[in-house]
């Protein structure tokens, strides 16, 4: 393989918040060996968003000089789910749910990776095995388990903690054995899984994978980091306009970190664009995180609506019952992500109906026309009996 050492540099330090072991992975890609890089996708949820892109573009640096990216689709582990940064139990997932949801999550990373050239493997085909499990079990310790803080505050609170949630890290690093993995990817907050994968590599007498973490984007919010659980995100399928008019509603002080974790845009340049005013930086983010034909139609209909304080033709119409309250209609369609986020919007002042604010969630619909949720999405309700 041909050595790029700008691409080098690039994979080690541009949106990279750790490496274990730095010093060990830039001689690997100096080596101009093709390195097996794994990362792992538990769907259990259909919806990616900017925040699960920052691990996609790290691969696709990867991918774009010759190594080979192995996902492992964690069929068997998303039917437990991930622990990491969760205070209670996920709900486990039926095969069918789990299928359901890799399609169109693999449909949405495509849009950043090349999934053709990635290897797909299902971890179900070795974790399915009473023997495995055995084994695996007689590898972990509850010390060991018990480093998560989220465990920890189950424990105080008097929450469950079951076996199964315990042994996720065992299974996430087997995976690492089973593919021997050169590299793992993975965002900041699954270090301990990423780990495991070492410790159960050493343990079966294979070389120890390095580990590549990623940082978490901060939401929307500037605050927390992007989630879907806290309705601060940009999902990866928004419309253009969605995603234009989230973009241009950033805290200013996001710019710098989403030029770094969501754009290719060198940093130098970044930085020019943020000296200047924040606005037009804003417009260039748009168009490096959407592509230039959707990001200029956005634009359109950005400035057309903010700007000139128009409404915006053909909006979609969504069909409401006469006599529902508008949190329940928010709710049901899923413009809103949740009744308690659909409240907090309409008692907090977000929501409009024919120009006119809605001051109560429990408020009922009671005739067809235009609604304007938060500062940038319009629709049409069409109201029937």
Same mark, same amino acid.
């Given at each position: 393989?041909?050595?790029?050492?700008? &691409?080098?540099?690039?994979? /080690?330090?541009?949106?990279?918040?750790?490496?274990?072991?730095?010093?060990h /992975?830039?001689?690997?890609?100096?080596?101009?060996?093709?390195l097996?890089?794994?990362f792992?996708?538990d769907?259990?949820?259909?919806d990616?968003?900017?925040?699960h892109?920052?691990?996609?573009? &790290?691969l696709?640096?990867?991918? +774009?000089?010759?190594?080979?990216?192995?996902?492992?689709?964690g069929?068997?582990?998303a039917?437990?789910?991930? =622990?990491s940064g969760? #205070?209670?139990?996920?709900?486990?997932?039926? =095969?069918?749910?789990?299928?359901?949801n890799? %399609?169109?999550?693999?449909? *949405?990373?495509?849009k950043?990776?090349?999934?053709?050239?990635? %290897?797909?493997l299902?971890?179900?085909?070795?974790?399915a095995?009473?023997?495995?499990?055995?084994?695996?079990?007689s590898i972990?310790?509850?010390?060991?388990?018990?480093?998560?803080? +989220?465990?920890?505050?189950r424990?105080?609170g008097g929450q469950e903690?079951?076996?199964? +949630?315990?042994?996720?890290?065992l299974?996430?690093?087997?995976?690492?054995?089973?593919?021997g993995?050169?590299?793992?990817?993975?965002?900041?907050?699954q270090?301990?899984?990423?780990?495991?994968?070492?410790?159960?590599q050493?343990?079966?007498?294979?070389k120890?994978?390095?580990?590549l973490m990623? =940082?978490? *984007?901060?939401?929307?919010?500037g605050?927390?980091?992007?989630?879907?659980?806290?309705?601060? !995100? @940009?999902?990866?399928?928004?419309? =253009?306009?969605?995603?234009?008019?989230?973009?241009?509603? /950033?805290?200013?002080? *996001?710019?710098e970190?989403?030029?770094?974790?969501?754009?290719?845009?060198p940093?130098e340049?970044a930085?020019?664009l943020?000296?200047?005013?924040?606005?037009e930086a804003?417009?260039?983010?748009?168009?490096?995180i959407?592509?230039?034909?959707?990001? %200029?139609?956005? $634009?359109?209909?950005?400035?057309?609506?903010?700007? $000139?304080?128009? @409404?915006?033709?053909?909006?979609?119409?969504?069909?409401?019952?006469?006599?529902? #309250?508008?949190?329940?209609?928010?709710?049901r369609?899923?413009?809103?992500?949740?009744?308690? +986020?659909?409240?907090?919007?309409?008692?907090?002042?977000?929501l409009?109906?024919?120009g006119k604010?809605?001051?109560?969630?429990?408020?009922?619909i009671?005739?067809?026309g235009?609604?304007?949720?938060?500062? !940038?999405?319009?629709?049409?309700?069409?109201?029937?009996?």
């Amino acid at each position: 393989m041909k050595i790029n050492e700008g &691409k080098i540099k690039e994979i /080690l330090e541009r949106g990279v918040s750790g490496i274990i072991e730095k010093s060990h /992975l830039e001689r690997a890609l100096r080596s101009g060996k093709k390195l097996r890089v794994k990362f792992g996708i538990d769907p259990t949820s259909p919806d990616l968003h900017l925040g699960h892109a920052v691990p996609f573009r &790290k691969l696709k640096q990867f991918q +774009e000089v010759g190594h080979e990216i192995i996902f492992i689709i964690g069929d068997f582990t998303a039917r437990i789910g991930d =622990p990491s940064g969760r #205070e209670s139990a996920r709900k486990p997932l039926t =095969p069918k749910e789990v299928k359901s949801n890799l %399609k169109k999550y693999l449909s *949405l990373a495509g849009k950043i990776i090349n999934i053709k050239n990635a %290897k797909m493997l299902c971890n179900s085909k070795w974790l399915a095995n009473t023997d495995t499990l055995l084994r695996l079990a007689s590898i972990g310790s509850i010390q060991y388990v018990m480093k998560r803080d +989220e465990f920890r505050t189950r424990q105080v609170g008097g929450q469950e903690i079951t076996i199964l +949630e315990a042994m996720y890290p065992l299974f996430q690093g087997y995976d690492s054995v089973k593919i021997g993995a050169d590299v793992e990817v993975g965002g900041a907050d699954q270090e301990l899984n990423l780990l495991a994968g070492r410790k159960l590599q050493k343990y079966f007498g294979q070389k120890e994978q390095d580990i590549l973490m990623t =940082p978490l *984007l901060t939401g929307t919010d500037g605050v927390r980091k992007m989630s879907k659980s806290f309705s601060n !995100y @940009i999902a990866l399928n928004d419309a =253009p306009q969605d995603m234009f008019g989230k973009i241009m509603s /950033l805290p200013d002080n *996001l710019l710098e970190q989403y030029f770094l974790l969501s754009t290719d845009v060198p940093m130098e340049e970044a930085k020019k664009l943020l000296g200047r005013k924040p606005f037009e930086a804003k417009k260039v983010l748009a168009y490096e995180i959407h592509s230039e034909m959707a990001a %200029k139609k956005a $634009k359109e209909y950005f400035e057309k609506t903010f700007s $000139k304080k128009e @409404i915006p033709e053909n909006l979609r119409i969504y069909r409401a019952k006469v006599n529902e #309250e508008w949190a329940d209609f928010l709710t049901r369609e899923k413009l809103i992500s949740s009744h308690s +986020e659909a409240k907090r919007l309409i008692e907090g002042g977000g929501l409009d109906f024919n120009g006119k604010k809605i001051a109560r969630a429990g408020e009922q619909i009671s005739e067809s026309g235009t609604v304007k949720i938060g500062k !940038y999405k319009f629709i049409k309700i069409d109201v029937r009996a």
